[in-house]
């Protein structure tokens, strides 16, 4: 019997929170707050670590653009925290001071409802698997985004057509440069990425690894995209693509 192909890719979340949690300081370095901005910008994808050097433990990921909360400076290390309630440090060539310019926001233009947005039969039945894992835990349903389920099925497309399976794609970048091209909001975001011969398989696959899981079950998200590809590889190349906003 022909065994099929199975892949998974998994991409963490990194968001934004105004809730502020004392930092460790380190007795020997000084912990500054003067002149320090709220928020931070990350420059190139960094490592956050749980003390102001390479050999403190790793707590947490953050990608090039990301705007994080910034509580001031352990020597050189800017001290950050994360969403969910870490704090921790990046070094200070890694990020830039942020200040948010004082222009009011646009005035943003009404979402379409889900049954304003056309989707395939193998799509309808993915989202229909993430929504009934999520009635289970408890967790609010998904919609489908419009601008989201557009930018998930060229993702999908793309990674068959140039026979790449990444989340970094080479035309768009890292997906959260990929949403900011196509116009997409967004308070929080994630993607799993996944090749498999059906529906129903990768799904399997995606909620028997914790990491995807903890995507799928996200109660911080609302929107979902879902792109699904035929694959000459795999089957099928999956991209479910998630924001909370």
């Not at 979340?13 to 990350?42: D, G, K």
Request: glycine share 8%; with cysteine.
């Amino acid at each position: 019997m022909k065994r099929s192909k199975m892949i998974l890719g998994i991409l963490l979340v990194t968001m934004l929170s105004l809730t502020t949690s004392p930092a460790l300081i380190n007795a020997q370095t000084q912990f500054n707050r003067n002149n320090i901005p709220e928020q931070i910008t990350i420059t190139s994808t960094a490592n956050v670590r749980s003390g102001p050097g390479t050999s403190f433990l790793k707590v947490g990921l953050v990608y090039q653009g990301q705007n994080i909360e910034c509580l001031g400076k352990l020597g050189t290390w800017w001290v950050v925290h994360l969403q969910n309630d870490v704090v921790g440090l990046i070094s200070g060539g890694l990020a830039k001071a942020y200040y948010p310019t004082t222009t009011p926001p646009p005035t943003p233009t009404p979402t379409p409802t889900p049954s304003q947005v056309q989707i395939t039969a193998d799509q309808q039945h993915m989202l229909d698997l993430i929504n009934q894992e999520r009635s289970k835990a408890g967790v609010g349903q998904l919609k489908i985004d419009p601008q989201l389920q557009k930018m998930a099925q060229v993702k999908s497309d793309e990674m068959v057509a140039k026979s790449y399976f990444s989340h970094t794609s080479p035309a768009y970048g890292s997906p959260f440069d990929m949403m900011k091209t196509f116009g997409i909001k967004f308070t929080s975001a994630g993607e799993n990425i996944a090749g498999n011969s059906s529906v129903d398989a990768a799904h399997a696959a995606l909620m028997n690894s914790p990491e995807h899981k903890a995507n799928i079950l996200n109660s911080s998200f609302n929107y979902v995209g879902i792109g699904i590809t035929t694959s000459p590889a795999y089957g099928k190349v999956f991209s479910q693509d998630f924001i909370g906003r």
